[in-house]
Every structure is written in C-alpha cells, then in structure tokens.
C-alpha cells in the first residue's frame, strides 16, 4: 500500500511538470532575471468593466491576491519579493503590502498605476515575484500621489492608525474597537457614545485647493444626526453626517450655515457602501454614494488653509458621536474628479471590476500553457484530499479485482474449452482423472472430479466383467446432488468480490459529488472571508471541487465496463456447468445402462 501511494504521488509530480498551467513567457523583454515568474494585470475600464470614461492619472490599486491569482508558495512568505512593473517592463511602480497570510493565502497589496485609459482594456501592468534574495521594495508613501495627505488602512489591531502617505498624518488618539473584519482587511467600529478618531494638525493638512474625504461605511442603526467626519480651520466647520439613514454635508462660519446638502440621500443598513465628499472654494459640495453623485450644493467660501482640529466619528465638539464600521480613510487636499472618485471606488471594491489577473509565466524559454493540472492539483483542500484518497482506495481495489477476476476467467474459460473437448472424445467416463496438469482452472473440470469421487464412493472400483457394479436411481441422484454442491461452490467463488465493483460504481459518483459540494461551501467560505467575488477567485477552488467528482467517475466508470464484461464471463461460465452436469448424468446413465 506504502509503494503504491509512493507511486501515485510520483505520477501526479510528473503530471503536474509535464502538462502543469505553467506558461513560459512569450514576451522577449524580462525585467530582471532574479524574478522566476510573472503575472500581467490588465484593467478594464469598459462599460462591461469598472465603466470609467476618464483617463485615471496616479491612483492606488488595491489587488486582492489569493490562491486563484497567486501561487503562493511560489512567493517568500512575507511577499517581499513581489515587486510591479509598467507595461514598457522597465519601470518599476510604487506598491506597499497592507496584509500577507501565507496560511489562508490572501494579500492586500496597493499599487500605483500612472495611468489607467478611460473606456479601454489595453492597459496592463506586470507582477513579478519568486526571488528567494529580494529584499524591501516596498513603498507606502509613493503609492499615493500628493494630493493624498492622509491614508488610513485602519488594520492596526491596537495602538493608532498610521497615515500610510508620506506625510505621515498618524492618527493622535482612537477610541473604537479595532482589528475587525471589514469590507478591505481589518478595520474600526464605533459604539456611538464616545468612540472617534483624531488626527492632529499638521501644516500638510491644507486644504486650500480644496478637500475630497472618502470611506467604505456600514452602519446597523438610524443616526441621530451623528457626525461621521468634522474638519475645522480657524474660521469654518466642515461636517458629514448622517440623520437617520441620510448622509449630508454642511459648512458653517461660526454658527452661520454657509452651504448644506440636501438629505436626500439614504445608506441602506448592514451593507457596505463606498462614501465620499468634496468641497471647494467657488465650488460645489457633492456627496458621492458607491461612485454615483447624489447631492451638491454650491458654495463659495472655503477657508482650510490652515486645519485646527480633524475628527473622524464625532463632531469637534466632542458630540454627534457616529455608530457603525469604517474602513479605508482617504483624504486628498484638492477636488477629486468624478472618474477619480469611481476609480478609487471600483479599486478597492470587493468585486474587482477593475483589475485582472493573466496566466502565469516563466522566465526561461518559451512554450504552451498546458493543461492547468498542476493548478487543480495546488488548490485541492485537505477535505478533497480525503475524498480522493477514499476513491483513490477504491479504484486501487476495483482494477485489482477487474485484473485478476479477468484473468481467472480467461483462464477458466481457456481449460473449460480444452476439458469439454477431451471429455467428449473420451470413452471412459473415469479417464480424465488425475490431469489437473490440463484443467487445472477449469470449474467443469472440479464437477468432473468430484462427480468421479461420488461414483467411486458409491459403487467402489471394482470391475466384474470388465463392468462397474450398477447404480441405483437414487445414487445416480447423490451423484448429481454432490457436483452441485460443487457448483454453488464455483459459482460462489466467481462472484466473490464483484459486489465490491457494484459499491465503486454506485459509490464512487456520490463521494465524488460530496467532496464537491464541501469544496464549493469552502470557495464560498473563503470568498466571504476575502470580501472579493471574481471569476478569478471563484474558479481555481471550484475546479479542485470538481476534481472530487472526476475521481469518482473515474472510480465508477471503469468498474462499470468490468463489472459488466465479468458478469458476462460468469454467466457464460455458470451455464457451461449447468450444461455440464446434464451431460455428465446423461453420459453415466448411459454407461450404466450398457
């Protein structure tokens, strides 16, 4: 059992080198020769993609890495190798990592694309990775561009977020539960009576062009006109809040309200939602819910040179204290556009319509994409593997006994043929004994025998007038009653273990069908926990989901074709014994009879 196991393992290895998804680069250019592999990432920003019409100039990407866009063992085990290259493969990008698990194999890596063409899927990027020596390479500051003066990833499970820009606006206290599970890795959630975040004043935090705010927001409850994120200068306040389930903004001077947005616009509970905010001197203040512009006012003052107090969660009073779950805090000091506000949204959106993910590639030589065996083969889980390995006991079974039972009864009916032959030559019943030599496999060949023993037993050896003594009706009968004993015997014996083969055909299909659907309930599982739904995520699990059900039907397919050419041979063997007792009988009654 050890040796044949030693030997599956070896010929998946060979299949998976031989006929593996592994595609050797077609392109002549390699960025560096250090990087073993390397993934094109192309960017669809068609109406049947992320829909943006615009050219996006410098915005961050976030790629949600999993086992269906990345080997990761391929990778070190911090993902400090991975490094991203501009189409010219020359230009290396800014990209830092905000989440590596090479156990449950997902990644939060952010990217800086220069420039992504609106209404096309011509632009791609390159992901480089599989350099055991590759040190560093990463930069947070340089993902963001300078307009974003602040960037919370909030996956901090304690202490205060970090401001992941290179400005370095780290958040002075925080009070909310963090480490939660949210829309983009970790991030806060709010109780609504006390917890916020505040960010302390910083000359970088000037908003003199002009200041765009944007989060990904789930609330549970209606608001009591609580204030989701305050900014104040010396002179004006700046709020967005929610009243109920409306989201608004209002600027005042003083007390004077100087523009507000009508609260028209309705969050729906317990859903994620992207949220973003913009306002400017002479400009209008627009409310952005999941990309589409829903409310504007416009205003024409906008004193935020310089910034006194910022709070998220609260108002700057210590008051209106929000209650819900934030994630992915950006902040930029000038008015983004309206296809940069859909960029950011469908970059960091759970459902990746923005970026996707190529074939992998080798940096030697070149080639065909095989079979995707090795892909299969990498993402089956260890409840698979279980299943497998049940079915793979079964077919180990199943060929042994189709092999052997096949043989045997090629054998039996090769002696079987050659027996009936001589028996039918032969004038004396009793001369075919002692030639197991002959017709040792053959089952008429054991009715001879132990009819010819009956016989002996029955009317001895002894010869009076070169005859035996005559039989009796009723030996004839014991006669016949004996080498049917036999009979059942053989027939047992050609049946043994052909229910095994009835088991691999009706139970192979079934197992197969239930590590299947458990593997399916895991791709779903894992989906949930990465927050991303793609094609590219969904198909690498499902198809070594559906590797349980191909070994089933390769168990139950197999055995089927045996089982029916076995109980075709056994039938065709029963009958030659039931035929041959008739003549047996027949031909001693025949011999008494002389």
């Not at 003052?301 to 709070?311: G, I, L, P, Q, R």
């Not at 039996?412 to 019943?429: A, C, G, H, I, Y």
């Not at 002692?434 to 009956?454: I, Q, T, V």
């Not at 059900?549 to 039938?571: D, E, Q, R, S």
Request: aromatic share 10%.
């Amino acid at each position: 059992m050890k040796n044949f196991f030693k030997m599956m393992i070896f010929v998946l290895m060979a299949a998976s080198f031989f006929l593996g998804d592994t595609s050797f680069a077609e392109e002549s250019n390699w960025w560096n020769e250090n990087w073993q592999y390397r993934k094109k990432i192309t960017f669809d920003t068609t109406q049947t993609g992320s829909d943006i019409k615009e050219n996006l100039v410098g915005i961050p990407v976030l790629l949600r890495l999993h086992s269906g866009n990345l080997d990761f063992t391929k990778a070190l085990e911090n993902g400090s190798d991975i490094r991203f290259v501009k189409a010219d493969d020359k230009t290396e990008l800014k990209h830092h990592i905000e989440y590596y698990d090479t156990i449950d194999e997902m990644a939060l890596v952010w990217v800086n694309v220069p420039m992504i063409s609106g209404a096309s899927k011509q632009d791609y990027i390159w992901m480089y990775y599989g350099n055991k020596n590759a040190m560093g390479g990463q930069d947070a500051g340089g993902t963001y561009d300078a307009n974003q003066v602040a960037v919370y990833h909030l996956g901090e499970a304690e202490g205060s977020p970090s401001d992941s820009t290179s400005y370095k606006n780290n958040v002075g206290s925080v009070m909310a539960t963090q480490g939660m599970s949210m829309v983009i890795g970790n991030g806060i959630s709010m109780n609504g009576a006390g917890d916020r975040i505040i960010i302390p004043s910083s000359p970088s935090l000037n908003f003199k062009d002009g200041i765009t705010f944007s989060t990904w927001i789930k609330i549970r409850t209606s608001q009591n006109d609580a204030c989701l994120f305050a900014v104040k200068s010396k002179d004006q306040t700046l709020d967005v809040r929610i009243n109920g389930t409306k989201i608004y903004t209002v600027l005042k001077e003083g007390e004077k309200v100087l523009g507000t947005t009508e609260q028209t616009v309705d969050i729906s509970l317990d859903a994620w939602h992207n949220l973003a905010v913009t306002a400017g001197a002479k400009q209008r203040m627009t409310v952005f819910l999941d990309s589409l512009k829903m409310t504007w006012t416009d205003i024409e003052s906008f004193k935020f040179e310089t910034v006194t107090d910022m709070v998220i969660g609260s108002d700057v009073n210590s008051g209106a204290y929000f209650s819900g779950d934030l994630d992915e805090i950006n902040i930029s000091n000038v008015i983004r556009s309206d296809a940069w506000i859909r960029g950011l949204d469908v970059a960091e959106g759970p459902e990746s319509l923005l970026a996707g993910f190529g074939d992998e590639e080798m940096s030697e030589g070149g080639g065909e994409k095989g079979l995707y065996l090795s892909t299969i083969i990498k993402n089956i889980t260890i409840d698979t593997i279980v299943i497998i390995a049940i079915l793979t006991v079964f077919a180990m079974i199943s060929w042994i006994i189709m092999i052997s039972k096949g043989y045997n009864i090629w054998l039996m009916e090769r002696d079987n043929k050659d027996f009936v032959e001589s028996f039918k030559k032969t004038q004396d019943l009793m001369g075919l004994e002692n030639k197991d030599d002959e017709f040792g496999s053959s089952p008429l060949y054991s009715l001879y025998l132990d009819g010819c023993r009956e016989v002996k037993a029955l009317v001895g050896d002894a010869v009076k007038n070169n005859r035996r003594s005559r039989m009796t009706r009723n030996a004839l009968e014991a006669v016949k009653i004996s080498i049917e004993r036999v009979y059942m015997k053989e027939t047992h014996k050609l049946n043994a273990w052909i229910v095994f083969l009835t088991m691999a055909i009706t139970g192979g299909p079934f197992l197969g069908l239930l590590g299947t659907v458990w593997g399916v309930m895991n791709v779903f599982a894992s989906l949930a926990e990465a927050g991303e739904a793609s094609i590219m995520a969904v198909a690498p699990g499902v198809s070594s989901a559906l590797a349980a059900t191909v070994c089933g039907l390769l168990v139950a397919i197999p055995a089927l074709f045996g089982y029916n050419y076995l109980t075709g041979g056994i039938k065709r063997i029963s009958g030659d014994m039931d035929l041959f007792i008739s003549e047996f009988i027949a031909k001693l009654e025949q011999e008494e009879e002389q």
